[in-house]
């Protein structure tokens, strides 16, 4: 945004302002597509707003959503009542948890100390702490030992 407000749109990458205005419009069609379908099948559309959060407020938080929206499927199918009456609460509870945790990681940050969890992507296993969980390139031989 601040390159646009001070270059204006020509300093953006080459196609980007078209692929703006294109999911600017598919954004519209999906939203109208949802509305005109009938609620048996529109539960089914994604919506525009809830794929856009992640572009507001971090993609980190778009995993948290995800397992949380995968949760309360899960929820929903086995037992319904339960999963109407208390999802919103279990899931800005979960919010809040997770934003919470953004204190004790900055000051860990700010002290300079590692943290109790080491999560990395990497080619050998690096990481000293005794909970070291990292996704290892290649074969079994670059797996953990």
Known sequence: MAEI?????GALPKYCTLLMGAFFVG????????DLLPKKWARWVPSPMA???????GAASAIDFWLGSVIMHIWEYFHAASAEELGATVGAGLLVGDGLWAIPSSLIAIAGKAPPLCMGFYGAPKC????????????SKDGPM
Not at 5 to 9: L, N
Not at 51 to 57: G, K, N
Not at 128 to 139: A, E, N, T
């Open 5 to 9: 407000g001070t270059k204006g749109f």
């Open 27 to 34: 954004g519209i069609l999906i939203c109208l597509i949802r």
């Open 51 to 57: 794929l856009s959060i992640p572009f507001y407020i």
């Open 128 to 139: 000293s702490l005794p909970y070291c969980i990292g996704i290892w390139r290649g074969g």
